[in-house]
């Protein structure tokens, strides 16, 4: 049997002021606007298995239920496919508010466990980052050994295959003159650390750096 | 800068800043938190009251209240004010107001002079300091300008009783019936051949199901009947010159082919037509049906008079037919192939436009299938499929002939949405309910309404609502993302799938249906900014023309003598378009009754002794008010045709020409003050 849960949610259950921190990140500013009408649930070809739907995400969001917004599947699931976005008839820019909440979610680290989508986020960017480029079997390998490291049981057949017919290199890839990239990078994060010093936010980890970066 | 003394030939009395000393009543208003939350008004009228010729300042909660025009009344006479600043609101809204009260204080109206402090400073402003300074400047240019302000006589001149009405939809009708019917005369000008608008092509109306038809017909024959009403159709309005009381328009009618007193609409002509298969679409069914070239619109159009359309006759196009219709018509003598367009001038005092609306094309949202899958259809085609007198006769029947069973109705097409209209169209909800009744109650068809929200204010319509939803018919909150013809389960071969977010179930759905009917919305006419532009109006950006005031003048323009009705404003049902229509008669009337228009009295007058006679204004005043006195060699202005544009004013190369309310040493110290 199936246990009764309480559903109530009381105040205390909101996180004031999270529904405007979101709408306040660039693309997300139209949020206020949203008719509830659905649309972007019907034109998600994920929808179907979200916990939430993109629209009940948008309602979330607005009413500063920060918790059960940033635990749930959707903004993972989210393809990026821009469906939503092309649809809405207020214009809300859906996928770009999926951005921001899964942002918003590596940098707490509240992401759902065994969920391999912001593990692969982040070590993607690690990668760039210090690589100027990914090497996708390395990428995959780390995915695997930080999510879920007996899925590569289950798959070597498939990644022997790969290997075989050179779709999956071994060899690691890298930018010539990464020093350059470096300095590029260096300077872009002296600037986001001005940008975050003038708004008073002083105490950016460089965690968390990595985490806006994403993707 | 014009010599001081214009008394010749002007309605004005230009002695003001001569006799006496200059005594300035200064009143500043707060509208309650309007100006008052942003200005500080008593600081205003403190400043005021240090400048010179400023013998008594004051700031007021309400100016244009009575106690506020008493007040000024009693200052005049208590403080021998001989001049007066308002500095409110706009003088569009009270400047009447304002005058009148400086009149019944005992001084000449015009020695009164208007600031307006909210619509160009409050409301547009949320710094209280600067909002102050600028109040000041305004008020202190005004101060400046009043002293050299003159004693005018407004004048009056006779309107024209008759009225023309554009738009023969309901509210056309409406509006031309009311005032044919206070025995005014009324040109009715309607663009397509028979009048009756959107109207004439539904089958009942919301929320009393009454039969469309056997409401609008009668009201349509009274129009062809009045003997004040003259009807003409398949007409359009060309030009439109003159001011409130005195329009001159030209109308441009169109050739039917045939004689409208002659033809008897027998339809002998249409049946003898060479063409013997009608293959034409048909407007008035919105296309489900077929015409010839010959015909008439609709059964019960008016007038019942064929017309032939000369994009598809034979002899129109070729002048090689063997015209069996001519010989049909035998003695009566109605075709006439010769006829040419005809543009007719009348003279009318007042007009009504009511222009209506057009419907939102559903070929812009694509993935709903309009005109890729034949059983989606709009609304409009719904109304024509369930009529008696339809393509169908009344049948709702899929494009291959079968019965629907399953039936789904998209609310909100085109509109609630930024990338095509933002705006509500109000009738879609309850017209959509209207049609799902009838479908149910023609096919007993299992009906569901996908709606966002279902918006029934009106009278009677949350009780129809109500009904709707006894009568079984299915609700799904959600805007539907897309319609298909794929099958991904078995029962949704061979049917239109719906794929909708139940979003008060919570979850996507995918729907199976036979048929589907698009809410089309309501748009401004395609024509709105060229009607604009004829007829000198304002519209919204969107198209609709925009009112006077969109609550204390919901009928009248900008223009005055110029009154809207009906959809043309906005989109709205029936009762309001009636009701608009009542309204915009009503506004005819009360100019027409008066008799007479009061005119600003802002005419241009000559200064003779700076006139060096050289004629160059003469050709440039548009009003030909204008002429030359050979005896004295000077120009004179005939002060009854003089409209006040100023042309004359701004040409002359001696500075000879002034004008009533915009007189240099006005204006100049207006621009002084400002800048002081
Ligand atoms: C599918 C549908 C169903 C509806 N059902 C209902 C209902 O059941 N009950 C209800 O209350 N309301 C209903 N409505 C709303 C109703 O249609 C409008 O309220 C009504 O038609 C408005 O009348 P109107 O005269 O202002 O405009 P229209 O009916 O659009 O008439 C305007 C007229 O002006 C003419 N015209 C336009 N431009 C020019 C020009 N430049 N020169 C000369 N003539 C011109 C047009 O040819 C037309 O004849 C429905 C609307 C739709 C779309
Ligand atoms: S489509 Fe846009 S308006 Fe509609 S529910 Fe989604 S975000 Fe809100
Ligand atoms: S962008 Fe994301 S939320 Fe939007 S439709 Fe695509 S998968 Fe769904
Ligand atoms: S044109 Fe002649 S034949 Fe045709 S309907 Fe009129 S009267 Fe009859
Ligand atoms: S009346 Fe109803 S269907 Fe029409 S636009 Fe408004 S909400 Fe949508």
Redesign the interface.
Known sequence: MKSIKRTIKYDADRVQGFGREIMGVTGCEQLPSC??????????PL??YMDF?P??VMALVRADFKREVLSSNTIWLCASCYGCTV?C???IRITDIMYALKQRAIREGVYPKGMPIPVLAREFTRMVLSKGRITETLLVMRLFLKANWRAVLSSWRLGLGLIQTGRFVLKPERIERREELAAMLATVSVTRHAARAAKGRHHATPEQLIAEEVP | MSASNGNGNGNGNRNGSQTGAIRIGFYVCHCGHNIGAVVDCAAVAHYVGTLPGVVLSRDYKYMCSDPGQELIQSDIREHRLNRVVVASCSPLLHEHTFRTAVERGGLNPFYFQMVNIREHNSWVHNDRELATVKAKAQARAAVERVRYHDSLRTTRVPIQPDVLVVGGGISGIHAALTLGNAGKKVFLVEREPSIGGHMAQFDKTFPTLDCAACILTPKMSAVRAHENITLWTYSEVAKVEGYVGNYTVTIRRRPRYVIEDLCVGCLECVGKCIYKEAKFPDDFNVGLSRRKPIYIPFPQAVPQVVLIDPERCLQVKTGKCKKTCLEACADRKAIDFSQQEELVQIKVGTIILATGFKLFDAKRIPQYGYGLYPNVVTSLELERLVTSSGPTSGEIILRDGSKPRTAGFILCVGSRDTRTNRWCSRTCCMHSMKLAQLFKEHTQADVTIFYMDIRAPGKGCEEFYDKSLREGIRFVRGRVAEVTDWALAPEEEGKLVIRVEDTLAGFVRRIPVDMIVLAVGMEPQADSQAMRRLFNLSCSTEGWFLEKHPKLAPVSTFTDGIFIAGCCQGPKDIPDSIAQAGAAAAECLALIDRGYIEQEPNTAHIHEENCSGCKSCLPLCPYTAISFDETVGRARINEALCKGCGTCVASCPSGAIGQHLFEDEQIFKEIEGILA
Do not use: K
């Not at chain 1, 009408?37 to 034109?43: E, P, W």
């Open positions: 008719i509830q009408c659905g649309t972007c649930s019907g034109a998600c929808s179907i739907s629209r009940q649809e008839p207020r214009q």
